[in-house]
């Protein structure tokens, strides 16, 4: 494990930090942009190689700030070709990114972007039933620069730059705002990874609040909401965030995000058979949606072991799926990549932790 003397990472500052700091050294700001285009733009990978700057500011460069990537642990190769990474941090903890590549396949079209699905936190303390990023527990927010590291090094893992960020591995996004939002910073801008705030979702258990202080950031990214129970009988079942925010109050804070941006909510709904994908949770669902002008996205469950739950039938999903569509819903159905490779966020960070002998505590159902 690394000492707690580690130097900070280069990975977690803006462009506006970097002027900062090199103005306090008596440095021109210009010597920011070149430090950034090395750091981004050329993915260097020492201070002393950034020949453009003076030998005493890359002498200092290396004493005060670090450029290590996250160390891969395991990537798995889906047989599909989505790949999963596992990263260990600075502390020892494990984080995942799955790469899903630019030939995916839903239902209803073929995706042109290599997408990246970004981890927030090390584990996840909102307790859904159903998923494994919250079997061992929370353990902390992740940093900006292992948010930002995880793209910069799947992209480098793979050969592969992304086009895509979805904020939904591990963890709740909305939980770790302001780290969230200051990485989201970093990762859109030009002198950064430059990728389209267009091309970025953050997705979130429904934290309505959170979601309404989202919508005030001067970005157009994307909201999804992980839904996955359209009345708050069933949604409590398995989300206890239902409780704190029911829908009501989440359904609020959409329409708050709906008058400041233009990109359509998505709602995603996984299927878990004998939940919550009945025909009548279907027509509600669409009622839901309908108003907000709603996309959804059905995910068939990705069965975690330990957990009771299964997806259901192919024709249980294509008749959930039918009854959005014929209610005017813009809906998809995911015949989903990584089912081969645990892609459920959590699965792979999971049975790491079990192979190295870390005591999962499984909570109370």
Known sequence: MASLARLPSAFGLTLEDWIEWVEARGQSRFRAKQIVEWIYGRRAKSWDGMTNLPQALRAELETAFSLDRLAVVRATGSLDATRKFLFRLHDGRLVETVKIPANAHFDGGRSDRVTLCVSSQVGCAYDCKFCASG?????????????????????????????????????????????????????????????????????TSGLAPQIERLAELPVQIRLAISLHGASDEVRERIMPVNRKYPLARLFEALEVWRERKKQRITFEYILIEGVNDSPEQAALLARRAKPLDAKVNLIPYNVVEGLPWVRPSEARQESFLQILRRAGVVATLRREKGHDIAAACGQLRLQEETAEGVAVVRRKE
């Open 135 to 203: 079997l061992a527990g929370f353990t902390r927010n992740l940093e900006v620069e292992e948010i930002v590291g995880q793209v910069v090094a799947a992209e480098e893992e793979s050969g592969e730059a992304a086009s895509n960020l979805v904020f939904m591995g591990m963890g709740e996004p909305l939980a770790n705002l302001s780290r969230l939002t200051k990485a989201i910073a970093i990762l859109n801008a030009p002198w950064g990874l430059d990728i389209g705030a267009r091309h970025m979702t953050v997705s």
